[in-house]
């Protein structure tokens, strides 16, 4: 089975432009996880999508949304970057048919803004 | 609000030895699940081992084992046998159960092993 893909894998930005990532997660997985990684503040929790629904985001600006397409594919949008955007995005699917819900990683966008 | 502690940002181990990584978590939910992940060079977080806050047994997985302290809500891992490809960040998180999937990380603590 396929694990979670992330893409692209490395961008390159400019202040003020905005930026789309995709992934996709594996195959019978329906929810899907966003989370920023930076040096300063680690492992930050953005958005989780079930089912095309966002059922919870964490403590981040309105320039960060994302969706979910019937397929479970997931995208997240950043608009009008900053510096401090520049970090690694993590995406992670989990099956979400058990109490227990292991997330799955992907190998991550590498976004840096220039 | 829940939050994972982890108070070493680095630790070294020699080839072969043990190492124990400390986590310290608070949460106000009863039921939860802590999880200890790998995060090598590749960036790849790759989850080691996990425990379920209602089961008072330690988890064991190989060479990777917890040391599960509810009251004092600690979460440590031990590494027996350390080997080279042991060497990654390791970030201790916490999910607690209500219909989210958001982890909570600690800051990670960077891992090496010395040949």
């Known amino acids: 089975k396929a694990g979670v893909t992330q893409t692209p894998r490395y961008l390159i930005k400019t202040r003020g432009q905005q930026v789309t990532l995709s992934c996709s997660p594996i195959s019978g997985h329906r929810s899907v996880s966003w989370y920023q990684q930076t040096p300063g503040q680690g492992l930050q929790f953005l958005f989780e999508?079930?089912?095309?629904?966002?059922?919870n985001k964490g403590n981040f600006p309105g320039r960060f949304s994302g969706r979910q397409f019937s397929n479970s594919r997931s995208e997240m949008n950043v608009s009008t970057l900053e510096l401090g955007d520049s970090a690694l995005y993590l995406c992670?699917?989990?099956?979400?048919?058990?109490?227990?819900?292991?997330?799955?990683f992907g190998p991550g966008t590498r976004l840096t803004v220039l | 609000a829940q939050t994972v502690t982890q108070s070493q940002p680095e630790m070294s181990v020699q080839e072969a030895e043990t190492v124990t990584l400390s986590c310290t978590y608070d949460t106000s939910e009863s039921d939860y699940y802590l999880f200890w992940y790998k995060q090598p060079p590749s960036r790849q977080m790759i989850l080691v081992i996990r425990q379920e806050a209602y089961k008072q047994q330690n988890a064991t997985e190989n060479r990777f084992s917890v040391n599960f302290q509810k009251a004092a809500k600690s979460f440590s891992l031990k590494i027996s046998d350390s080997q080279l490809g042991d060497a990654a960040m390791y970030f201790c998180a916490c999910i607690s159960q209500g219909g989210s999937e958001k982890l909570v990380f600690g800051k990670g603590t960077k891992l090496t092993v010395n040949p």
């Open positions: 992670a699917s989990s099956w979400l048919g058990q109490k227990f819900n292991e997330q799955f």
């Open positions: 999508y079930f089912s095309e629904t966002q059922r």
